[in-house]
């Protein structure tokens, strides 16, 4: 997201609107890989390269829902005060 574009101020809304972004991409790369799973023979060279587009799938797909998970939680609440060490008398 760039910085300079306004945030919704509800972490609901800004988790939405990043969920929006990242379903439809999703479901993309899960076609794309059930396309190839489904046409590629898996021997030799295109089974290593199939394992690549994979591995690079899943990454993919774990850092828009990882980015869409940091969008919703509520960023703006101060985290909790560490507990003060106790001085033993």
Same mark, same amino acid.
């Given at each position: 997201m760039d910085p300079e574009t306004p945030v919704p101020r509800s972490r609901w809304r800004r988790? !939405?609107? /990043?969920?929006?972004?990242?379903?439809?991409?999703?479901a993309s790369q899960i076609w794309a890989l059930l396309v190839l799973l489904r046409l590629a023979p898996l021997e030799?060279?295109?089974g290593q390269a199939f394992?690549?587009?994979l591995l690079g799938s !899943?990454? /993919?797909i774990w850092a828009?829902?990882?980015w869409t998970w940091r969008l919703g939680r509520d960023r703006d609440r101060?985290?909790?005060?560490?507990?003060?060490?106790r001085i033993p008398t």
């Open positions: 988790g !939405v609107y /990043a969920a929006w972004l990242v379903i439809p991409f999703t030799g060279l295109v394992v690549l587009i !899943v990454v /993919a828009g829902w990882r101060r985290p909790e005060p560490a507990p003060k060490p």
